[in-house]
């Protein structure tokens, strides 16, 4: 059974930084494209970044461009994002997701594989 696992949420002060990890138990794990979403109270999922499987060609939303770093390890079957900058407005759970098109998807239903999710608190 495929399962992807986060880790490194919690609680920040606004302008901090987290880093965060999701490993996946997938057999073709390289062959995926990995994607990160967030979804906060009353709103929509959203994908927020995503490498493909040929990193490093990667995709961010306009609103965490230039602050978020998506990077993947394959040997390690693990996917990363690395949140500098944050803001308040960055709380949320945020969602690991795994896709076997292996290209850059906006939509949460066009991907396979989701792991349970982790929360991030920004305190202003």
Do not use: H
């Not at 390289?30 to 499987?53: L, N, V």
Request: aromatic share 12%; glycine share 8%; with cysteine.
């Amino acid at each position: 059974q495929v399962q992807l696992v986060e880790s490194g949420g919690g609680l920040v002060q606004a302008g901090g930084s987290l880093s965060l990890s999701c490993a996946a138990s997938l057999r073709t794990f390289s062959s995926y494209a990995m994607g990160w979403f967030r979804q906060a109270p009353g709103k929509e999922r959203e994908i927020i970044a995503s490498i493909d499987w040929s990193s490093p060609s990667t995709y961010y939303a306009d609103s965490v461009k230039g602050r978020f770093t998506i990077s993947r390890d394959n040997a390690k079957n693990t996917v990363y994002l690395q949140m500098n900058s944050l803001k308040p407005e960055d709380t949320a759970v945020y969602y690991c997701a795994a896709n076997r098109l292996g290209y850059y998807r906006a939509r949460s239903d066009e991907y396979d594989y989701w792991g349970q999710g982790t929360q991030v608190t920004v305190s202003s």
